[in-house]
């Protein structure tokens, strides 16, 4: 089949969050200028860069996530492993503002090193982010859309030492939590190496 996105797809659900996928989520968490604490899933999220090194995630809708990123220009992007999975569907609850999805998923708010943002204690790794940029995007046509998207750079690293052997990172052990299409998620728990090749004429 081909469709253009502009005349609809005719499915029953939209099939381009199935195609690009699987997508690895960001836990991003936030703190307001009050101190109010917030914990998201975005799955429209990926590392863009290695130097400078950069995260970016994208809200549809302007969120608590994004309002808070704007009012202190920090946040922190969490790795999803296995054993949080409910943990991390329970934090995408709709929950008025000022409710702290830390609490109300049962998770620990720890402290970051460079930032005053916080980082979910029990997630195999965290990165600690400095935005530099919130963009609300557009379509060719320059019409604005209601999704706003987060660029960050990345200040510091929290990596679990048990999911480390021989100084790499076993995604065996951290095995990490993917958005696919609708409502459905993987966990990678197998890989498998290539190598680049060699230019031979």
């Known amino acids: 089949m081909f469709y253009q996105p502009k005349n609809g797809h005719q ?8 195609i690009v996928t699987p997508r690895p989520i960001g836990w991003i ?11 998201a899933p975005y799955s429209f999220f990926n590392v863009i860069c290695d130097n400078p090194p950069l995260v970016m995630f994208c809200s549809s809708g302007y969120k608590d996530s994004v ?16 054993h949080l999975a409910k943990e991390m569907n329970a934090t995408s609850v709709n929950s008025p503002r000022g409710v702290s999805e830390f609490d109300y998923a049962g998770l620990t708010p720890a402290a970051c090193e ?3 943002a916080p980082r979910v ?5 965290a990165l600690e982010c400095v935005a530099v940029e919130v963009k609300r995007l557009t379509g060719k046509d320059g019409a604005l859309a209601e999704s706003y998207m987060v660029i960050g750079e990345i200040v ?17 052990k951290s095995q990490p939590v993917s958005r696919l299409g ?3 998620f993987a966990t990678t728990d197998k890989v498998y190496e290539m190598f680049r090749p060699k230019w031979e004429e």
């Open 11 to 18: 499915l029953p659900h939209n099939p381009l969050k199935a």
């Open 29 to 39: 968490g936030t703190r307001s200028k009050e101190g109010a604490l917030n914990l």
């Open 67 to 82: 309002a808070f990123v704007e009012e202190t220009g920090e946040f922190t992007a969490n790795m999803v492993g296995a």
């Open 114 to 116: 460079m930032i005053k």
């Open 121 to 125: 204690a029990e997630a195999y790794a």
């Open 156 to 172: 510091g690293v929290h990596i679990d030492e048990a999911i480390l052997v021989d100084g790499r990172i076993d995604i065996t």
């Open 182 to 184: 609708y409502m459905d």
